[in-house]
C-alpha cells in the first residue's frame, strides 16, 4: 500500500585512523560490501573524498528492505533495479537505471549487477545479473549552444541497463519517475508572469531568471541520496538531502553528500513529517519512488575536490519512448509499432537539443550534421507542445541522431497499432 519509509538511522561510531580503516577493510570483497553492513562494520571516513567539508552519510543495513534494489555495479558505480508506469521490460526482463558515465567504457554485455537482499529465513542472500543491452541518453555527450555563445556539453548522465534474467522474487523494485524539469520551470515562470514587477518580462526571461532556485521554494522537497560511495564499507546515504535549483536541462542541484562509486545511485522522493523524521515515499505497489540519478559533484576541480553542490540527472518522459527494450503498456493491450514521417521542408530540418527558442541546433558531430535533407524519413518517438503552442517531435534520424524537429516540418505516417490475442478486455 501506499505510505513512507523513515531512513534516519543513528550514525555507527566512526573510526578514521589508518588502522582502524585498514581493519574494516581486510577481508571484504565487493560481495561483502553489497550485505549493507549486517554487523555494523566500522566505516572508515575520509573527508577529502565525500563532496562538502562535513560527511553527512548514514550507513544502510540489510534489515532496511527498501533498499535492496540498490546494486553495485561493476564495482565501481551504483544502479538501482526499477520499473516504470506505462512500459513493459522486453521478454521480462530486468532494466536497471544508473549514470551514462558509468557505462561509457563497456560494451552492451560487460556490466555485472551485484546485488544482496534477506531471505525468508533471515539470511543474507546474494546475486549478479549480467547484462546484455545499454541505452545511454542520446543527448550524452551531445553538443549544442543551449546556454552559452559557444559550444557546450551536454551531460544528459543517464542510462539503463537490460538484463536477460528475471529480478530476484524476493527483491521489490524501486519505481523510476521521469520528471520534465523543463516543464516545471516553464509552468512556474507562467504562473508568475502576473506579478506587477515581473509583468513586462517574457517567459523566457523569467525561466532565466527562476531556473537556477525555483525549487528552493518547496521547504519541504527531500531528496535523500545513495550510493556505494569509495570511501566507505557498503551502501550509504544522505537522508536529508535538499534540491538547490538548475544546471541547464534536467541537471538539478541538490546538497546531497556522496563520493566516486556512488554515481548512478539513486535520488529518492522525500518528504519531512511534522515530526522532523525524514520518509521515502511509496507508490501503491509499495515501491519506493526515484526521480534522478547521482551525477557528479557541482565545479569539482582539482583546485575544489570537495564542492558542497552536487549534480542530479532527471529524465524528459518522452526520451523513454526511445529505449529499444522499453515498451509502452496501453490500457486496451494494444501494440504500436513506431511511427514514422518524412521530411517536408525543402532546406532540409535542424535537430535540436531543444523544442523551440530555448534551445539550439546540434553540431555536427562523428555521427555527421544535424540537418535532416528533404524527403528522409525520421521515427517519432512522441510529439510535445512548448510554451509558445508549437508542436515539436522528438525524432531519430537516419544516421541515428535524436532529438527535436518542429512538427510542421514533418509529414507524420498513420500508425499502426493492433490488439494481439490475449490481450486483456478493455
Not at 538531502?241 to 541547464?248: H, K, R, S, T, V
Request: aromatic share 8%; net charge negative.
Amino acid at each position: 500500500m501506499a505510505g513512507h519509509d523513515e531512513i534516519t538511522i543513528d550514525r555507527p561510531d566512526v573510526v578514521t585512523s589508518d588502522m582502524a580503516v585498514e581493519q574494516s577493510r581486510a577481508g571484504f570483497n565487493i560481495l561483502d560490501q553489497i550485505v549493507k553492513n549486517p554487523q555494523g562494520q566500522i566505516s572508515p571516513e575520509d573527508v577529502e573524498s565525500n563532496l562538502g567539508t562535513k560527511d553527512s552519510r548514514v550507513l544502510i543495513t540489510e534489515s532496511m528492505e527498501i533498499f535492496e534494489s540498490v546494486l553495485s555495479l561493476n564495482e565501481n558505480c551504483t544502479a538501482t533495479i526499477v520499473q516504470i508506469e506505462g512500459y513493459a521490460v522486453e521478454n521480462g526482463g530486468t532494466i536497471a537505471v544508473t549514470a551514462a558515465h558509468c557505462v561509457d567504457e563497456y560494451a552492451g554485455d560487460e556490466l555485472t549487477l551485484y546485488g544482496s537482499f534477506v531471505n525468508d529465513d533471515g539470511a543474507v542472500e546474494r546475486f549478479t545479473r549480467q547484462s546484455s543491452q545499454v541505452w545511454v541518453h542520446p543527448f550524452h555527450g551531445d553538443f549544442n549552444r543551449a546556454f552559452d555563445p559557444g559550444t557546450v556539453n551536454s551531460s544528459a548522465d543517464v542510462a539503463f541497463i537490460y538484463f536477460d534474467e528475471q529480478t530476484p522474487p524476493l527483491v521489490t523494485p524501486a519505481e523510476f519517475v521521469p520528471i520534465d524539469v523543463d516543464g516545471v520551470v516553464i509552468d512556474l515562470a507562467q504562473a508568475i508572469e502576473t506579478e506587477a514587477e515581473l509583468g513586462n518580462l517574457t517567459v523566457e526571461e523569467l525561466i532565466n531568471k527562476y531556473e537556477q532556485g525555483f525549487i528552493r521554494d518547496y521547504e519541504d522537497l527531500v531528496v535523500p541520496s545513495e550510493g556505494f560511495s569509495g570511501d566507505q564499507v557498503g551502501l550509504t546515504a544522505d537522508p536529508r538531502a535538499m534540491i538547490l535549483g538548475m544546471n541547464g536541462s534536467q541537471t538539478i542541484t541538490t546538497d546531497a553528500d556522496y563520493a566516486q562509486g556512488a554515481s548512478g545511485g539513486p535520488n529518492y522522493l522525500g518528504v519531512t513529517a511534522d515530526d522532523g523524521v525524514v520518509e521515502i515515499q511509496r507508490n501503491a505497489e509499495g515501491q519506493p519512488r526515484i526521480f534522478a540519478v547521482n551525477s557528479a559533484g557541482q565545479g569539482a576541480s582539482s583546485e575544489n575536490p570537495n564542492p558542497d553542490e552536487a549534480y542530479v540527472t532527471a529524465l524528459k518522459p518522452e526520451f523513454l519512448n526511445t529505449v529499444p527494450f522499453l515498451n509502452p503498456v496501453y490500457d486496451d493491450g494494444a501494440v504500436c509499432e513506431t511511427q514514422t514521417g518524412i521530411i517536408n521542408n525543402p532546406n532540409g530540418a535542424n535537430i535540436r537539443y531543444g523544442d523551440g527558442e530555448i534551445f539550439q541546433t546540434l553540431i555536427p558531430d562523428r555521427n555527421g550534421p544535424s540537418a535532416l535533407p528533404w524527403g528522409v524519413e525520421v521515427d517519432i518517438h512522441s510529439v510535445t507542445e512548448n510554451y509558445l503552442g508549437e508542436q515539436w517531435a522528438l525524432v531519430t534520424g537516419p544516421n541515428g541522431r535524436t532529438g527535436y524537429v518542429n512538427s510542421d516540418l514533418i509529414n507524420a505516417n498513420e500508425q499502426r497499432c493492433s490488439i494481439p490475442l490475449n490481450a486483456p478486455s478493455p
